[in-house]
């Protein structure tokens, strides 16, 4: 246990700890924008977990439940490669929560590849290199405003859903590309690239 | 069908419905493509370290609908990744992403049988992608367009890669697969299967799903729907809420994993991804990997086998202080020995320190000698154990034990990996738990602390693995270990009927396992069948066998197919002889036997061995095939041209033309043989080899394919198993066929080919009688068990302690008793238990066997256990009987006149007649891949030689005798071995103890002395002759190694003192000196054994003048024979002995 915190550290430990619904979830994404803390956080929320709390239901009841889920996805956050580590990615990515139907709907209305909108959804663009008309023409196509947008767009690159890796090779999802190079490489056919290109404005 | 399986059939149908649509399938890539067009997949090749691959080769994208896959190398390598990726989506909805990282593409469906990887297994996740890489090549092609294209379009194995553009290695596996195995068809649904119909639990398997709040052991007799009410338990729980992933389920073995996976998934399908279902090894491989920075190992730690743990340790030995282990010439044995003793201490979680104390604990208070021997041999251990520690731990492997006994350690140690592994594994179901080792309990006590939310069954009865460390004492303690325990019983047998079922529980009440279980009170809820269970007695042991066959044949015409009837046996000792008699008769028998002893693979071993062996040794098995017959003299020609001309291996084939005196047939027939062998490197892969061999170049997969009958069909399955297992390359020096061909002697040599012996999922359909031993049936049940050997020295069978015996003290719960006091104890229980288990194997029909009388014509008693059970059965003794034609002894015609052996070549014959045929006869110097101590001996044995041709009377001066202990060592010694330093010392120690025992006495130089027989001579030459002091001569016989316990039983001793009374008179005398044992003693043979030897030696050369030479199998022996691939076959023709 680390027993000096820096400042920076100990801001989100305490943004965190007034978290209303300190569960699984909010843990991820607390770890996933402050991945330095890691280690500090998941010991932070393993702790407020086992705090007793008067809301709590009486402990007659045996079956593990709620806390026993919770726990088994704590621990699942400690090694990426337990077959329990099954974290559903939360839905502040609004791309994300588009049901699979409209996902690829809207690639067509766009006219761009589905893997142009993948790399969009995965944050895998540099959100700067990104033309504003661009941006608002996927908000207004997902139902969005511009700014909810922007936020996933600049968030890091986010692990995908329900998927394991091995622990020893780390997902390459932390590489980055610029909008050029991503007109390159998605499959785009000429005219898809030249349409793209010309919203740079 | 398994799951493989199903999706393999799925892959193939789609393939078929692509095809009749029009796809082009010689173009793997557009055809792939297509395929994901039709279901509106979209596909990018991306490049290698783009983000979206996810660090992958290739991803599913379960939202974009869309397979991105790595463009990187040749068209196969990518259509092999789209289909992998479909197969995702067709087998598993396409409702998640998925992302491939190591595809495999020729990987076999199962792993091999033998090895480490059995241990592991596949975890969830892995199994999918193995599925998948299956899936992918199957769906490119198929197993029945392979099958059609080789056989009836005759394209090669070459030929159809270049089709398909597809990688040799792949097709070559998936026609392995098509060819080799029998083909699996779906089996029509029952019609009660159709309808869901809700399982309906009994009272008692009701209470015992249900039950909570405590530590809970259920006691399940055999054939009580024990799997049934572990399912319905843990559905129970997941009916409740609770999440998968806090639920670990442990079972005796993978395959009995893999069948609870598959009945849970039938009624929660997700929650099988992460709920924890495996063995207690497969868990604590888990815990290792997990928290291996805490063991000091890396993420990926190897698991080794005994046999790699075998040749880690041989090289260490040599350094080693050890007093009783010393076999200098081939430690394998001894080093088995001594890690079955290590394991049986990590059972126990007892590591090497602890060990060592109490070994010294046992020499301390050692009263005589046998007390003092066994505490030396646990010393002995010891010593083993601290090196095989460090050892391991620098190689970053762990063997089998240290997946439990690690784990264990780390969990009561570490407060922090108890506390997450606790909140993780929060309930805990083990199944078999009269089978697991104290280690395993430890585990458990460990990680569920008071135990409420444990849950256990097992069978105190059914306790037979005690030889693996299982602990009996785990099932009697239960409520010790967990306080407040609740303890039930299943009360209903669905299996047999009535009368079975009072057999055995009238055994049951007298069972030493019955003590501390409760009583068996089972009612048979199939009823009765008005026929008792019957005990058939024959006369001699032969006749046994032939009333078994009777009884079989009886069943089938009473409606019992063969597959439905099964023979156990208490020991593996009997099976081959009962196989090979039903195949006389006639009988169809499932029964693989040991692998490396079938003649198929034998045949392809010794053909394997041309690749690297210079002297062609392997020519004389394949002269015996029946595409290469050639005469025994021409071969001998042959052979004699290669033994001069020092050529490469596989040089011969060049020289055909040039042997004087081939006929013509015979040389168009080594022409072909040389073809079959074209091409092949010499530092090949095997596994490349056989396969070519297999398929083209000998065409035995398509005579397998086409195999009606089922011998043909055993044939193709054996030659499967022997390519699955030659897949995974093994490490060391020298050329991989040579380290393959030592990797076999050794695990005949330990006996690990019994793991071999079970069955692919693919043959199981296949209709023969059942037979194995009692401990393969475990689990089973059949409509009829055929149960022989009930006789006195059959069941019970007699004890027979391991040569390491464990610590006093070692073995929990023994407290009081030696460490052989402790086995003992545990063997006359275990004994009971194999009876119980074989005779709960039966549903309808249970049938004992005895044999009567000895081959002497003594009585022979029957087993104890009958008279207990007497009540429950009838007798018949005069049973029918079914025998085959007497098959005539072999003979091999050969030419004597004058016949004259040397004693050492008698020795040979009296060993093993056979190897004396293929030594002395067939004169084929076969020679194995020498470890460190064979060439040390060679080099020992080069100065021996010396002696004998310089100094036969004189002795050398120690400058002499250095000078050429330096050349025989520079020339034979392992000069390049890491410890090359310690085994010169060793060998320096032999010779030097050697001249010791010629200090002082007179030497006369050894001359050829001969015994005359009615049939031949034998000639003797001595290693030494002394005249001692009284006048009298002593003939020395030097061996290098230990003298053993019946060394003077060896034939050559009684030659060698009628030779000394017939030359040097009646005082003479005969000498025996062990070098590594340094020890000098004179022989002693009584009068009665020198006759009866003497007679032995005649009747030799009258068996060698008639051409006589049988085979004298033996577990010890044969894998050590320069021969031991090609021995079984000999060609036909005229020999004459060479001397």
């Given at each position: 246990?680390?027993?000096?915190?820096?400042?920076?550290?100990?801001?989100?430990?305490?943004?965190?700890?007034?978290?209303?619904?300190?569960?699984?979830?909010?843990?991820?994404?607390?770890?996933?924008?402050?991945?330095?803390?890691?280690?500090?956080?998941?010991?932070?929320?393993?702790?407020?977990?086992?705090?007793?709390?008067?809301?709590?239901?009486?402990?007659?009841?045996?079956?593990?439940?709620?806390?026993?889920?919770?726990?088994?996805?704590?621990?699942?956050?400690?090694?990426?490669?337990?077959?329990?580590?099954?974290?559903?990615?939360?839905?502040?990515?609004?791309?994300?929560?588009?049901?699979?139907?409209?996902?690829?709907?809207?690639?067509?209305?766009?006219?761009?590849?589905?893997?142009?909108?993948?790399?969009?959804?995965?944050?895998?663009?540099?959100?700067?290199?990104?033309?504003?008309?661009?941006?608002?023409?996927?908000?207004?196509?997902?139902?969005?405003?511009?700014?909810?947008?922007?936020?996933?767009?600049?968030?890091?690159?986010?692990?995908?859903?329900?998927?394991?890796?091995?622990?020893?090779?780390?997902?390459?999802?932390?590489?980055?590309?610029?909008?050029?190079?991503?007109?390159?490489?998605?499959?785009?056919?000429?005219?898809?690239?030249?349409?793209?290109?010309?919203?740079?404005? | 069908?398994?799951?493989?399986?199903?999706?393999?059939?799925?892959?193939?149908?789609?393939?078929?419905?692509?095809v009749a649509l029009g796809d082009d399938n010689y173009s793997l890539l557009c055809f792939v493509s297509a395929e994901a067009s039709r279901r509106e997949i979209e596909i990018y090749p991306v490049s290698k370290d783009d983000p979206q691959l996810k660090g992958g080769r290739a991803v599913f994208d379960s939202q974009a609908w869309?397979?991105?896959?790595?463009?990187?190398?040749?068209?196969?390598?990518?259509?092999?990744?789209?289909?992998?990726?479909?197969?995702?989506?067709?087998?598993?909805?396409?409702?998640?992403?998925?992302?491939?990282?190591?595809?495999?593409?020729?990987?076999?469906?199962?792993?091999?049988?033998?090895?480490?990887?059995?241990?592991?297994?596949?975890?969830?996740?892995?199994?999918?992608?193995?599925?998948?890489?299956?899936?992918?090549?199957?769906?490119?092609?198929?197993?029945?367009?392979?099958?059609?294209?080789?056989?009836?379009?005759?394209?090669?194995?070459?030929?159809?890669?270049?089709?398909?553009?597809?990688?040799?290695?792949?097709?070559?596996?998936?026609?392995?697969?098509?060819?080799?195995?029998?083909?699996?068809?779906?089996?029509?649904?029952?019609?009660?299967?159709?309808?869901?119909?809700?399982?309906?639990?009994?009272?008692?398997?009701?209470?015992?799903?249900?039950?909570?709040?405590?530590?809970?052991?259920?006691?399940?007799?055999?054939?009580?729907?024990?799997?049934?009410?572990?399912?319905?338990?843990?559905?129970?729980?997941?009916?409740?809420?609770?999440?998968?992933?806090?639920?670990?389920?442990?079972?005796?073995?993978?395959?009995?994993?893999?069948?609870?996976?598959?009945?849970?998934?039938?009624?929660?399908?997700?929650?099988?991804?992460?709920?924890?279902?495996?063995?207690?090894?497969?868990?604590?491989?888990?815990?290792?990997?997990?928290?291996?920075?805490?063991?000091?190992?890396?993420?990926?730690?190897?698991?080794?086998?005994?046999?790699?743990?075998?040749?880690?340790?041989?090289?260490?030995?040599?350094?080693?202080?050890?007093?009783?282990?010393?076999?200098?010439?081939?430690?394998?044995?001894?080093?088995?020995?001594?890690?079955?003793?290590?394991?049986?201490?990590?059972?126990?979680?007892?590591?090497?320190?602890?060990?060592?104390?109490?070994?010294?604990?046992?020499?301390?208070?050692?009263?005589?000698?046998?007390?003092?021997?066994?505490?030396?041999?646990?010393?002995?251990?010891?010593?083993?154990?601290?090196?095989?520690?460090?050892?391991?731990?620098?190689?970053?492997?762990?063997?089998?034990?240290?997946?439990?006994?690690?784990?264990?350690?780390?969990?009561?140690?570490?407060?922090?990996?108890?506390?997450?592994?606790?909140?993780?594994?929060?309930?805990?179901?083990?199944?078999?738990?009269?089978?697991?080792?104290?280690?395993?309990?430890?585990?458990?006590?460990?990680?569920?602390?008071?135990?409420?939310?444990?849950?256990?069954?097992?069978?105190?009865?059914?306790?037979?693995?005690?030889?693996?460390?299982?602990?009996?004492?785990?099932?009697?303690?239960?409520?010790?270990?967990?306080?407040?325990?609740?303890?039930?019983?299943?009360?209903?047998?669905?299996?047999?009927?009535?009368?079975?079922?009072?057999?055995?529980?009238?055994?049951?009440?007298?069972?030493?396992?019955?003590?501390?279980?409760?009583?068996?009170?089972?009612?048979?809820?199939?009823?009765?069948?008005?026929?008792?269970?019957?005990?058939?007695?024959?006369?001699?042991?032969?006749?046994?066998?032939?009333?078994?066959?009777?009884?079989?044949?009886?069943?089938?015409?009473?409606?019992?197919?063969?597959?439905?009837?099964?023979?156990?046996?208490?020991?593996?000792?009997?099976?081959?002889?009962?196989?090979?008699?039903?195949?006389?008769?006639?009988?169809?028998?499932?029964?693989?036997?040991?692998?490396?002893?079938?003649?198929?693979?034998?045949?392809?071993?010794?053909?394997?061995?041309?690749?690297?062996?210079?002297?062609?040794?392997?020519?004389?098995?394949?002269?015996?095939?029946?595409?290469?017959?050639?005469?025994?003299?021409?071969?001998?020609?042959?052979?004699?041209?290669?033994?001069?001309?020092?050529?490469?291996?596989?040089?011969?084939?060049?020289?055909?033309?040039?042997?004087?005196?081939?006929?013509?047939?015979?040389?168009?027939?080594?022409?072909?043989?040389?073809?079959?062998?074209?091409?092949?490197?010499?530092?090949?892969?095997?596994?490349?080899?056989?396969?070519?061999?297999?398929?083209?170049?000998?065409?035995?997969?398509?005579?397998?394919?086409?195999?009606?009958?089922?011998?043909?069909?055993?044939?193709?399955?054996?030659?499967?198993?022997?390519?699955?297992?030659?897949?995974?390359?093994?490490?060391?020096?020298?050329?991989?066929?040579?380290?393959?061909?030592?990797?076999?002697?050794?695990?005949?040599?330990?006996?690990?080919?019994?793991?071999?012996?079970?069955?692919?999922?693919?043959?199981?359909?296949?209709?023969?009688?059942?037979?194995?031993?009692?401990?393969?049936?475990?689990?089973?049940?059949?409509?009829?068990?055929?149960?022989?050997?009930?006789?006195?020295?059959?069941?019970?069978?007699?004890?027979?302690?391991?040569?390491?015996?464990?610590?006093?003290?070692?073995?929990?719960?023994?407290?009081?008793?030696?460490?052989?006091?402790?086995?003992?104890?545990?063997?006359?229980?275990?004994?009971?238990?194999?009876?119980?288990?074989?005779?709960?194997?039966?549903?309808?029909?249970?049938?004992?066997?005895?044999?009567?009388?000895?081959?002497?014509?003594?009585?022979?008693?029957?087993?104890?256990?009958?008279?207990?059970?007497?009540?429950?059965?009838?007798?018949?003794?005069?049973?029918?009987?079914?025998?085959?034609?007497?098959?005539?002894?072999?003979?091999?015609?050969?030419?004597?006149?004058?016949?004259?052996?040397?004693?050492?070549?008698?020795?040979?014959?009296?060993?093993?007649?056979?190897?004396?045929?293929?030594?002395?006869?067939?004169?084929?110097?076969?020679?194995?891949?020498?470890?460190?101590?064979?060439?040390?001996?060679?080099?020992?044995?080069?100065?021996?030689?010396?002696?004998?041709?310089?100094?036969?009377?004189?002795?050398?001066?120690?400058?002499?005798?250095?000078?050429?202990?330096?050349?025989?060592?520079?020339?034979?010694?392992?000069?390049?071995?890491?410890?090359?330093?310690?085994?010169?010392?060793?060998?320096?120690?032999?010779?030097?103890?050697?001249?010791?025992?010629?200090?002082?006495?007179?030497?006369?130089?050894?001359?050829?002395?001969?015994?005359?027989?009615?049939?031949?001579?034998?000639?003797?030459?001595?290693?030494?002759?002394?005249?001692?002091?009284?006048?009298?001569?002593?003939?020395?016989?030097?061996?290098?190694?230990?003298?053993?316990?019946?060394?003077?039983?060896?034939?050559?001793?009684?030659?060698?003192?009628?030779?000394?009374?017939?030359?040097?008179?009646?005082?003479?005398?005969?000498?025996?000196?062990?070098?590594?044992?340094?020890?000098?003693?004179?022989?002693?043979?009584?009068?009665?054994?020198?006759?009866?030897?003497?007679?032995?030696?005649?009747?030799?050369?009258?068996?060698?003048?008639?051409?006589?030479?049988?085979?004298?199998?033996?577990?010890?022996?044969?894998?050590?024979?320069?021969?031991?691939?090609?021995?079984?076959?000999?060609?036909?023709?005229?020999?004459?002995?060479?001397?």
């Open positions: 246990m680390k027993t000096t915190h820096d400042t920076g550290e100990r801001d989100v430990l305490h943004a965190f700890s007034i978290e209303p619904n300190r569960d699984a979830e909010i843990l991820a994404v607390y770890v996933e924008q402050y991945p330095q803390y890691r280690e500090a956080l998941i010991d932070l929320s393993i702790e407020l977990l086992t705090a007793p709390n008067l809301d709590e239901k009486p402990p007659k009841i045996v079956s593990s439940d709620s806390a026993g889920r919770a726990w088994s996805r704590f621990q699942s956050l400690l090694s990426p490669a337990d077959p329990a580590f099954a974290t559903k990615n939360f839905a502040i990515n609004p791309l994300l929560d588009l049901s699979d139907q409209r996902f690829r709907e809207i690639a067509k209305e766009l006219n761009v590849t589905r893997l142009f909108l993948t790399r969009l959804r995965d944050s895998v663009i540099q959100a700067s290199t990104l033309p504003e008309r661009l941006v608002s023409q996927v908000a207004q196509l997902v139902g969005v405003g511009v700014d909810t947008l922007n936020t996933a767009l600049h968030a890091s690159p986010s692990m995908p859903t329900g998927q394991r890796f091995k622990s020893d090779g780390k997902p390459s999802a932390g590489k980055q590309m610029t909008f050029d190079e991503a007109i390159e490489n998605s499959g785009l056919s000429e005219e898809q690239k030249s349409a793209l290109k010309a919203m740079k404005g | 069908m398994d799951a493989i399986e199903a999706a393999r059939q799925e892959a193939a149908r789609l393939h078929d419905l692509a869309m397979i991105l896959y790595e463009n990187v190398g040749s068209d196969f390598d990518k259509a092999f990744l789209i289909a992998h990726e479909i197969g995702h989506v067709v087998l598993e909805g396409g409702s998640e992403d998925s992302v491939a990282e190591d595809t495999e593409p020729d990987r076999p469906a199962e792993a091999p049988a033998i090895g480490a990887e059995r241990v592991a297994d596949y975890g969830c996740r892995e199994r999918r992608e193995v599925i998948m890489d299956l899936f992918a090549r199957e769906f490119m092609l198929p197993r029945r367009l392979a099958k059609r294209w080789h056989i009836e379009e005759v394209l090669s194995s070459t030929a159809i890669a270049n089709r398909l553009n597809m990688p040799l290695t792949v097709v070559q596996q998936q026609l392995i697969d098509a060819l080799l195995l029998p083909a699996i068809f779906p089996k029509p649904q029952k019609p009660k299967e159709k309808a869901s119909v809700p399982v309906v639990l009994d009272p008692s398997q009701r209470a015992a799903a249900c039950h909570h709040g405590t530590p809970f052991q259920l006691q399940a007799g055999p054939g009580t729907g024990k799997t049934r009410t572990l399912v319905h338990r843990i559905e129970t729980l997941l009916n409740a809420g609770i999440d998968p992933g806090s639920i670990v389920v442990l079972t005796f073995s993978n395959k009995a994993a893999g069948e609870l996976r598959d009945r849970i998934a039938v009624s929660f399908p997700k929650a099988i991804a992460t709920l924890w279902l495996g063995t207690f090894h497969s868990f604590g491989l888990d815990i290792v990997h997990r928290f291996h920075d805490r063991l000091g190992l890396s993420e990926n730690p190897r698991v080794i086998t005994r046999y790699e743990a075998i040749e880690l340790l041989e090289d260490e030995v040599a350094r080693l202080p050890l007093k009783h282990f010393r076999n200098l010439y081939d430690p394998t044995l001894d080093l088995g020995d001594m890690l079955s003793a290590i394991s049986r201490a990590k059972d126990e979680v007892v590591n090497a320190a602890q060990y060592k104390a109490l070994a010294k604990a046992m020499l301390e208070t050692a009263n005589d000698e046998q007390q003092t021997e066994q505490a030396e041999k646990c010393l002995d251990v010891a010593h083993l154990f601290e090196v095989y520690e460090q050892l391991l731990l620098k190689e970053d492997s762990v063997d089998f034990g240290d997946l439990v006994s690690l784990p264990v350690r780390l969990v009561e140690d570490d407060t922090e990996v108890r506390k997450l592994l606790s909140e993780r594994h929060q309930h805990i179901l083990v199944d078999e738990y009269q089978d697991v080792n104290r280690a395993s309990v430890r585990l458990i006590k460990a990680i569920a602390g008071e135990g409420k939310q444990l849950w256990v069954v097992g069978d105190s009865r059914q306790s037979i693995y005690r030889f693996r460390g299982a602990s009996s004492i785990n099932m009697k303690r239960f409520a010790q270990d967990f306080p407040e325990a609740s303890v039930g019983e299943l009360a209903v047998n669905y299996r047999s009927v009535s009368e079975v079922v009072n057999l055995y529980s009238q055994f049951s009440s007298g069972m030493l396992a019955s003590k501390g279980a409760l009583p068996l009170q089972l009612s048979a809820d199939r009823g009765v069948s008005n026929e008792l269970p019957e005990l058939r007695v024959a006369k001699t042991a032969n006749d046994e066998i032939a009333v078994i066959a009777a009884a079989v044949e009886e069943a089938k015409q009473q409606g019992f197919d063969y597959k439905e009837q099964a023979i156990l046996c208490a020991s593996n000792n009997r099976l081959s002889e009962i196989a090979a008699s039903f195949e006389k008769v006639g009988l169809p028998v499932l029964y693989l036997g040991s692998l490396f002893e079938r003649d198929e693979v034998k045949d392809l071993l010794s053909i394997l061995s041309l690749v690297t062996d210079r002297h062609a040794i392997g020519l004389v098995r394949a002269a015996s095939l029946p595409d290469f017959e050639l005469p025994l003299d021409q071969l001998s020609l042959l052979h004699q041209h290669i033994r001069h001309a020092g050529l490469e291996p596989l040089g011969w084939g060049e020289q055909v033309d040039d042997v004087p005196g081939l006929l013509e047939q015979t040389r168009n027939t080594l022409k072909r043989l040389s073809v079959v062998l074209e091409g092949f490197p010499i530092n090949g892969n095997p596994w490349s080899i056989l396969a070519t061999l297999i398929i083209d170049r000998l065409e035995l997969a398509k005579r397998a394919a086409l195999a009606e009958d089922l011998e043909g069909q055993m044939q193709g399955i054996a030659l499967w198993q022997l390519l699955n297992f030659c897949r995974k390359p093994i490490n060391g020096k020298g050329l991989p066929i040579e380290r393959l061909l030592s990797r076999i002697r050794r695990i005949v040599l330990l006996s690990e080919d019994r793991e071999m012996r079970q069955l692919p999922r693919a043959a199981l359909g296949i209709d023969g009688v059942r037979l194995m031993t009692i401990h393969a049936s475990k689990g089973l049940e059949f409509k009829v068990v055929h149960l022989p050997g009930m006789i006195a020295t059959g069941l019970p069978a007699n004890n027979k302690p391991p040569r390491c015996v464990p610590p006093d003290g070692l073995v929990e719960g023994t407290e009081g008793m030696t460490g052989l006091e402790a086995i003992k104890a545990g063997h006359e229980e275990e004994e009971e238990c194999k009876f119980f288990v074989a005779a709960s194997r039966a549903e309808d029909r249970l049938l004992l066997y005895a044999s009567s009388a000895q081959n002497n014509g003594k009585r022979r008693n029957h087993s104890k256990y009958i008279g207990r059970i007497e009540a429950t059965i009838q007798r018949n003794t005069e049973p029918l009987l079914l025998f085959a034609a007497p098959v005539p002894l072999e003979v091999f015609p050969v030419s004597t006149k004058d016949l004259l052996i040397t004693q050492k070549q008698l020795s040979l014959y009296d060993r093993c007649p056979r190897r004396f045929l293929y030594t002395h006869v067939l004169a084929l110097s076969g020679r194995r891949t020498e470890s460190a101590f064979m060439k040390m001996h060679s080099a020992v044995y080069d100065v021996l030689d010396w002696l004998v041709r310089q100094h036969s009377e004189s002795t050398p001066t120690l400058a002499e005798l250095e000078a050429q202990y330096e050349q025989s060592w520079c020339n034979k010694g392992p000069v390049d071995h890491g410890y090359a330093d310690d085994y010169r010392k060793i060998g320096q120690r032999l010779m030097e103890y050697l001249i010791e025992t010629r200090q002082g006495r007179q030497l006369v130089k050894p001359e050829v002395l001969r015994i005359s027989f009615p049939d031949g001579e034998i000639s003797v030459l001595p290693d030494e002759i002394t005249l001692d002091t009284d006048g009298n001569h002593t003939l020395r016989r030097i061996n290098t190694g230990k003298k053993s316990k019946e060394e003077y039983d060896h034939i050559e001793y009684s030659i060698l003192m009628e030779a000394a009374e017939q030359h040097f008179g009646c005082g003479s005398r005969v000498e025996a000196v062990h070098l590594a044992g340094e020890t000098q003693e004179q022989v002693t043979i009584t009068d009665r054994k020198k006759a009866t030897r003497l007679e032995r030696t005649q009747t030799a050369l009258t068996a060698i003048a008639n051409g006589y030479f049988p085979e004298k199998p033996a577990v010890r022996s044969c894998p050590r024979c320069p021969h031991f691939f090609i021995c079984g076959k000999v060609p036909e023709g005229e020999m004459r002995i060479k001397i």
